[in-house]
């Protein structure tokens, strides 16, 4: 019998709101454009060889800072149209983590060939203070409320089985206090202010240090199969959700942040070294040797990487949400011929 055009229609409608409610939790966040677009580029031919470290961002005044480690240098961006600014050497031995103080105009730098964490002016780079630490400074996290730089040193450098995240006061511009940590590399912190509590990447244990502040000490330590030396970590403060990166394979291990248990793992690229979570589009975008892999956040509870992108073997990474950049810095080698920096837009 030949249904009539009404019923048709009826029967089309009820399908099409079957198929909508019956959708994963995945398809309902889906977009139809790619996380990252490709908009500029700026080869560092100077630059000649080793790897970058971290980024800073200084917004008042546009620019995008980035450490050198072998050449030594801290790399200075304008930060809307990536070009080039300025090459600061012979300031910092050997750069790793820094931070922009606003307040202050100034950056903070951990210097592992200096042993020290040095205050520079951010307008022309001078050195304003050194304050010295144990050998081997190299992650770190400020906490604006504390307005204290949290920085890893000792260990392996120090030739120690543990190390210390030192405490330095950006108003007294000196330690003020140290935590010792069970460990003798710690790549990666990540803050909660919420919380007060401090989460370390353990390397050479396979593990996660949760440090509480207020007592100044290591709370739990978490362990798990899917931990592998593991290196970058990025912090979900709403679901409170731990994202950390595994090397050697390649994997997101993503922990809760209550009790440290794997909620999920997916293949990333390999040697990944820094990792942001966007809260505004629930995505990760984790950056490696291997290039730039975007993860989707379904749900607290389940993730699907949706792009990945070549980035010439640059792992070294940062996302700017104000101006919807995403900046990835690469060094000559294997897979380019110079270094350079790629900017992407954010969809």
């Not at 809260?279 to 290039?291: F, K, M, P, V």
């Not at 949706?306 to 995403?326: C, E, N």
Request: glycine share 6%; hydrophobic share 40%.
């Amino acid at each position: 019998m030949r249904r009539k055009p009404v019923e048709q229609l009826k029967l089309a409608f009820a399908t099409a709101l079957i198929a909508l409610f019956t959708l994963s939790p995945g398809a309902l966040h889906a977009v139809d454009t790619v996380p990252l677009t490709q908009i500029g580029s700026t080869p560092l031919p100077e630059v000649t060889g080793g790897d970058f470290d971290h980024f800073a961002v200084d917004l008042p005044h546009n620019r995008l800072y980035v450490a050198a480690e072998v050449y030594a240098s801290i790399e200075v961006f304008d930060l809307k149209t990536g070009q080039h600014l300025l090459s600061a050497r012979g300031v910092v031995k050997s750069p790793r983590k820094i931070v922009f103080l606003e307040d202050r105009n100034q950056l903070l730098v951990a210097d592992a060939g200096d042993a020290s964490c040095e205050f520079l002016d951010a307008t022309n780079l001078r050195l304003i203070k050194s304050v010295a630490l144990d050998p081997g400074p190299d992650a770190g996290v400020y906490a604006s409320q504390s307005r204290i730089f949290y920085v890893s040193n000792g260990g392996r450098a120090a030739k120690t089985d543990f190390s210390y995240v030192s405490m330095i006061s950006v108003d007294k511009q000196e330690v003020i206090g140290r935590i010792r940590v069970e460990a003798s590399t710690l790549k990666t912190l990540v803050l909660d202010p919420a919380t007060e509590k401090l989460y370390a990447t353990m390397r050479d244990k396979n593990q996660v240090a949760v440090v509480g502040l207020e007592k100044k000490a290591v709370e739990q330590t978490w362990s798990s199969p899917e931990l592998h030396v593991d290196s970058a970590m990025a912090y979900d403060t709403i679901h409170k959700r731990i994202f950390v990166g595994d090397r050697n394979p390649g994997k997101l291990v993503v922990l809760d942040a209550a009790d440290g248990h794997v909620i999920q793992t997916l293949d990333i690229g390999n040697v990944s070294d820094d990792m942001t979570y966007d809260s505004a589009h629930h995505r990760i975008y984790i950056s490696s040797e291997d290039g730039v892999d975007v993860v989707a956040q379904d749900s607290p509870d389940h993730y699907r990487v949706v792009q990945h992108v070549d980035t010439l073997g640059g792992k070294t990474s940062i996302y700017v949400p104000s101006i919807a950049r995403f900046f990835v810095v690469h060094t000559r080698g294997d897979q380019a011929k110079e270094a350079g920096l790629q900017v992407f837009r954010v969809n």
